[in-house]
């Protein structure tokens, strides 16, 4: 059931969502102010990754099926909801989940409600109740006191997981292969490097969603099931038959300081090899967008997104599809990975990450978000990332850059040390 929040309750609901945040396995999904926070489980799927997709799909429009929903807001995110997050790799261990949760409190401009999920184990359940009674029990909408605040970390101590000498000869070897143009030749390739974060005080991941949620408001921050990042991608969101993804691709670190950051944007906008890796990523989401759809208002050319740590190319790019056929969460499916984390021809470049990149990307550069009863949803690119272990003892951060044959291996590696920043930053670190 999901109820709008008025009067007073609103009064009470503070304009940080994230200072709702029970504990360091809720979930958050925020932007600008607007989002949702959420805790508990009513339901979770865990899948391997060889079928992530398709098996959370299945489940998650088997459930949304059989469920009764009152949704007197009828909001982006009210109703029945499930928050996931997949793994980049159909090999990796880390798989896919879905998760959800008992209680969601979300924003979206003026409008605020809370959804309260039910499952047949409930007391009023088993007493026979109906669901709209079940609800009625529960009384006006509730606030809950403001949380606990997170714990800080302390002293935060981050070790390479990779030598940066490792890194180097990697992107020099991956150069070298696209430059060599073999028999299976490839344009593009992302190499992706991991970071491994200490601390004797443990992290608690609400501590970096506001960190995360307060410097870099107009990027996507989540936490679902450790993973915890803000990215600046989207990969798709769907409402009804439009989709809309937002693709990136091409980065210049920014200094801070204004004269020489303008410089930097102006060498990014002229940059041939930049722009030739953001037609790779823009034309893999067009081609499967075109192939299950029709896109329309894709530029020609992209435009600067700029962020506090770096400025990327950046194409918005709209499609429409037909409504009902597809949920946001197998759209997701069909995308990823696209050129912008992966590489180009895509196969062929994943081929080579699985061969040469030499870890496991765990979650990172895989599709993070949400979708509702109807499929609608969105579904990020989970990059500036870290995957928090479970019990808060470390966290793995990711950052990569895609690979063409103007490559430089030093400058790929000091575009990582920018994207790893405000992970840096949101775990404790300087």
Same mark, same amino acid.
């Given at each position: 059931m999901?109820?709008?929040?008025?009067?007073?309750?609103?009064?009470?609901?503070?304009?940080?969502?994230?200072?709702?945040?029970?504990?360091a396995s809720a979930l958050a999904w925020l932007r600008d102010g607007d989002g949702m926070v959420a805790w508990g489980e009513a339901a979770r799927l865990d899948t391997p990754a060889d079928q992530q997709f398709t098996a959370a799909d299945t489940w998650w429009n088997d459930l949304a099926s059989a469920a009764e929903c009152h949704d007197e807001v009828r909001e982006r995110g009210t109703g029945l909801i499930a928050f996931g997050s997949f793994a980049f790799s159909p090999h990796s261990p880390a798989g896919g989940v879905l998760i959800v949760p008992r209680v969601v409190f979300g924003?979206?401009?003026?409008?605020?409600w809370r959804t309260d999920i039910l499952t047949p184990d409930d007391d009023a359940h088993r007493a026979g109740?109906?669901?709209?009674?079940?609800?009625?029990?529960?009384?006006?909408?509730?606030?809950?006191?403001?949380?606990?605040?997170?714990?800080?970390?302390?002293?935060?101590?981050?070790?390479d997981e990779q030598p940066s000498s490792a890194h180097h000869t990697l992107v020099a070897r991956v150069r070298d292969r696209i430059r060599a143009h073999g028999p299976e030749p490839v344009h593009k390739v992302v190499i992706a490097r991991s970071v491994r974060a200490t601390s004797p005080g443990g992290f608690?991941?609400?501590?970096?969603?506001?960190?995360?949620?307060?410097?870099y408001p107009t990027t996507w921050t989540f936490s679902i099931d450790g993973m915890v990042g803000?990215?600046?991608?989207?990969?798709?969101?769907?409402?009804? &038959?439009?989709?809309? =993804?937002?693709? +990136? !691709? #091409?980065?210049?670190?920014? /200094?801070?300081?204004?004269?020489?950051?303008?410089?930097?944007?102006?060498?990014?906008?002229?940059?041939?090899?930049?722009?030739?890796?953001?037609?790779y990523a823009v034309r893999s989401v067009r081609d499967v967008l075109d192939r299950i759809g029709e896109c329309h208002d894709a530029p020609?050319?992209?435009?600067?997104?700029?962020?506090?740590?770096?400025?990327?190319?950046?194409t918005e790019i709209n499609a429409s599809?037909?409504? &009902?056929?597809?949920? =946001?969460?197998? +759209? !997701? #499916?069909?995308?990823?990975? /696209?050129?912008?984390?992966?590489?180009?021809?895509?196969?062929?470049?994943?081929?080579?990450?699985?061969?040469?990149?030499?870890?496991?990307?765990?979650?990172?550069?895989?599709?993070?978000?949400?979708?509702?009863?109807?499929?609608?949803?969105?579904?990020?690119?989970?990059?500036?990332t870290a995957r928090v272990a479970s019990d808060g003892s470390s966290a793995r951060l990711f950052a990569g850059g895609g690979i063409m044959a103007e490559s430089d291996p030093q400058s790929e590696y000091l575009e990582t040390i920018a994207k790893l920043q405000p992970m840096v930053r949101a775990l404790g670190g300087n």
């Open positions: 999901t109820r709008r929040i008025v009067g007073d309750a609103a009064a009470r609901v503070p304009s940080e969502l994230a200072r709702l945040l029970p504990d924003r979206r401009d003026d409008t605020l109740l109906p669901l709209a009674d079940c609800v009625a029990a529960l009384g006006p909408v509730r606030v809950p006191d403001l949380a606990a605040p997170p714990r800080e970390p302390g002293l935060v101590e981050f070790e608690d991941a609400r501590y970096a969603v506001r960190r995360l949620s307060s410097s803000a990215t600046p991608e989207m990969l798709l969101r769907q409402r009804g &038959g439009t989709v809309h =993804s937002r693709v +990136l !691709a #091409g980065t210049q670190p920014q /200094s801070g300081h204004p004269g020489d950051d303008a410089r930097r944007r102006e060498i990014l906008r002229r940059s041939t090899k930049d722009l030739l890796e953001h037609e020609d050319s992209p435009y600067i997104l700029q962020l506090p740590n770096v400025a990327h190319l950046a599809v037909e409504q &009902g056929r597809y949920s =946001s969460l197998a +759209l !997701a #499916g069909m995308l990823h990975p /696209s050129a912008a984390i992966c590489g180009t021809p895509t196969a062929t470049a994943f081929d080579v990450i699985e061969a040469e990149e030499g870890m496991d990307r765990d979650r990172y550069s895989g599709p993070v978000g949400w979708l509702d009863a109807a499929g609608d949803g969105e579904w990020a690119i989970a990059l500036r």
